[in-house]
């Protein structure tokens, strides 16, 4: 009888760490990609670990982990990454990928920005023609982003040319479109984006567009029900080998939508010749 309840002990433990399941607060731009389709499921295959992603705007997503309400933060800001982090609501940020942000806008470019060697000059070229940039306004990673490269450019964006829409990368990129209004996008939801009108991509490639991503484990000291070691099982697991090439194996229309930038991978990856679109 005691070995009986010994093994139904062992198989009851079994059953609930396979039943685990964290949450993961990330971003829209993750999430719409189709990445965590393709690489979650991988995961849970290895460990038996649910993840369960809210997708918001990268702001959005810091408040969530901050408030406990998630186990693990995956988002794209750096600066804000690194004070949920000072701040002591989040411990072990690791890179895991990147991509980059681009400039799209009506195919006839009435402000010319198509050809010019900076996102500082073409900003600047937008502001001066008064022809309306759609900004997501949404205190995404993609809005602090665009919001930084306004302040790098000298450019306070106020007036009827800048509109902001309040919404996410998708919406904004349907009323940006319907107003012939350029907007600042990441590549991979362009890519993705079924409803580009005769808009295009215009301008791409600068050094400052580089998109990274971070994960975070939230601060198990703050918020004692994390589950802590379910959500380092899924960090150590993104940040892997396999996790890495998982990432590196997900293409839209053929194109690399994230670049794996784990530092343990960087070897793995020059001998594989990865070439992301931001290199």
Same mark, same amino acid.
């Not at 408040?63 to 600066?79: E, F, S, T, Y």
């Not at 940039?133 to 302040?151: C, I, N, P, V, Y």
């Not at 009323?175 to 362009?190: E, K, P, S």
């Given at each position: 009888m005691k070995r009986l309840m010994s093994a139904l002990a062992i198989l009851c433990m079994a059953a609930s760490a396979a039943a685990e399941t964290i949450t993961l607060a990330s971003t829209t731009s993750t999430q719409n990609s189709g990445l965590y389709d393709e690489i979650l499921p991988l995961f849970k295959a290895e460990t038996g670990i649910t993840v369960n992603v809210v997708a918001v705007g990268t702001g959005? +997503? #810091?408040? #969530?982990?901050?408030?406990?309400?998630?186990?693990?933060?995956?988002? =794209?800001?750096?600066?804000?990454?690194?004070?949920?982090v000072a701040d002591g609501h989040g411990i072990d940020r690791r890179?895991?990928?990147?991509?980059?942000?681009?400039?799209?806008?009506?195919?006839?470019?009435p402000a010319g920005i198509a050809g010019v060697s900076s996102v500082r000059e073409a900003l600047h070229l937008?502001?001066?023609?008064?022809?309306?940039?759609?900004?997501?306004?949404?205190?995404?990673?993609?809005?602090?982003?665009?919001?930084?490269?306004? +302040?790098e450019a000298g450019i306070s964006p106020v007036g009827d040319w800048y509109r902001e829409t309040g919404s996410g990368m998708?919406?904004?990129?349907?009323?940006? #479109? +319907?107003?012939?209004?350029?907007?600042?996008?990441?590549?991979?939801?362009?890519?993705?984006?079924?409803?580009?009108?005769? =808009?295009?991509?215009?301008?791409?490639?600068?050094?400052s567009l580089f998109n990274p991503y971070g994960v975070i484990l939230v601060n198990p000291e703050r918020h004692p029900h994390i589950k802590s070691d379910a959500g380092i099982a899924f960090m150590d697991w993104?940040?892997?080998?396999?996790g890495q090439q998982a990432i590196a194996a997900f293409e839209i229309e053929g194109q690399l939508a994230f670049c794996p930038n784990a530092p343990s991978y960087q070897e793995a990856r020059a001998r594989s010749k990865i070439i992301c679109p931001a290199d």
């Open positions: 959005q +997503a #810091i408040r #969530i982990a901050r408030n406990g309400d998630a186990d693990v933060l995956l988002v =794209h800001h750096r600066p804000s990454e690194d004070a949920f890179d895991v990928m990147y991509n980059d942000f681009v400039l799209v806008g009506p195919a006839d470019d937008i502001e001066k023609s008064g022809v309306i940039f759609a900004s997501r306004g949404d205190d995404s990673g993609t809005h602090k982003k665009e919001q930084e490269l306004w +302040a998708g919406a904004t990129l349907n009323t940006g #479109i +319907a107003m012939g209004a350029y907007v600042l996008t990441d590549r991979g939801t362009w890519i993705t984006f079924g409803n580009r009108g005769e =808009h295009r991509m215009l301008l791409s490639g600068d050094p993104i940040v892997s080998d396999t």
